[in-house]
């Protein structure tokens, strides 16, 4: 049986089973788009949000040639099924650029919207304002503070995080994120929801960067100070992970792939509230870098230069 047809087959079962069927995902970015392509693949309806109808069609665009692409890995041998795969998800998802209409009948509501708290707060009073009683809150955010986060809305025992990892329909990995307000009822709905929707769920408190991030950027951080001391170079550096650690990807490599704007938010972020922790120190390459606008290879430059 092939790895597609099995992780269908279990999509399709374990969806079934999910309290969680209407997701209003608001921000149509990277992950906004990626997280409503992998609810409506796994059979749920997903209002997906954006700032205006110009963006909002990039981001259905987006989606549509990536669920086409995954139905001719699943349906290789089966065009009739392979469109009526890519007709169903398309037909899941609905746009929006109200989200306050969006939220009026839905389950749950997925942020990923930009890293900003004050920005965060003000979505989140709007929604909190006319969504059910039942809707759950949760933040796709990477570096802030879900608790932070929820502290404006009255309805605290139904927020947390959701972290999901780019590219999200691929990516197996979610982070379901507790602030001690979160009833049990909340958290168990959004573990069988995140598994309906094929993800391998775990659970973590919320601290700065929750598992991933937490142990990921620090990392990523101390190879560039090791770069910046002279210690080694970069293509070194990332040899030594990728053969004495069995890392597939080096730490500098790493940082050009994930952004060196979006490192260094999550940095800054860490250092403005944890001061005194010397691993949330900013790196001086990293911030020559970001105000040169070479955030690695989505622009074609970073610590290593690359063909566009």
Request: proline share 4%; glycine share 8%.
């Given at each position: ?5 099995m ?18 995902v ?16 796994s ?67 997925v942020?990923?919207?930009?890293e ?24 796709n ?12 809305t ?11 990892f ?26 069988t929801?995140?598994?309906a ?19 990921l950027?620090?990392y ?18 990332d040899?030594?992970?990728k ?5 597939p ?32 120190q ?12 070479k ?14």
């Open positions: 049986m092939s790895t597609f047809f992780m269908k087959r279990c999509l399709s079962t374990s969806s079934m089973m999910s309290a969680i069927q209407n997701v209003t608001i921000g149509g970015g990277l992950m906004g788009s990626g997280i409503a392509q992998a609810t409506a693949q059979g749920q309806n997903v209002t997906l949000v954006e700032v205006n109808a110009e963006i909002l069609k990039k981001s259905e665009s987006s989606i549509a040639n990536n669920v086409a692409r995954v139905a001719k890995k699943m349906y290789k041998d089966d065009e009739t099924a392979a469109k009526k795969f890519v007709e169903d998800t398309k037909a899941r998802i609905k746009g929006s650029t109200s989200a306050v209409d969006s939220v009026k009948d839905c389950d749950l509501v942020e990923a919207i930009v900003k708290l004050e920005i965060k707060h003000s979505l989140f009073k709007s929604l909190d304002a006319v969504a059910p009683k039942k809707t759950i809150f949760a933040s955010t990477s570096s802030l503070s879900i608790g932070d986060i929820a502290s404006v009255n309805r605290k025992d139904k927020f947390l995080g959701l972290h999901f780019n590219p999200v329909p691929v990516m197996k990995l979610l982070e379901v994120v507790r602030i001690p307000d979160t009833s049990e009822e909340t958290y168990q709905a959004a573990m929801w995140g598994k929707i094929g993800k391998t769920c775990i659970t973590c408190k919320d601290t700065p960067g929750f598992v991933v991030n937490r142990l950027v620090p990523i951080a101390e190879a560039i100070r090791m770069m910046e001391r002279g210690d080694a170079s970069p293509h070194d550096i040899i030594a992970m053969l004495g650690a069995g890392y990807m080096g730490p500098i490599e790493l940082a050009d792939y994930v952004g060196h704007d979006t490192t260094l938010s999550i940095i800054n972020g860490w250092h403005k509230k944890f001061p005194d922790n010397p691993l949330f900013p790196c001086g390459s990293l911030q020559k870098l970001v105000q040169d606008g955030l690695g290879m989505k622009t074609g430059e970073g610590y290593y230069k690359y063909n566009k």
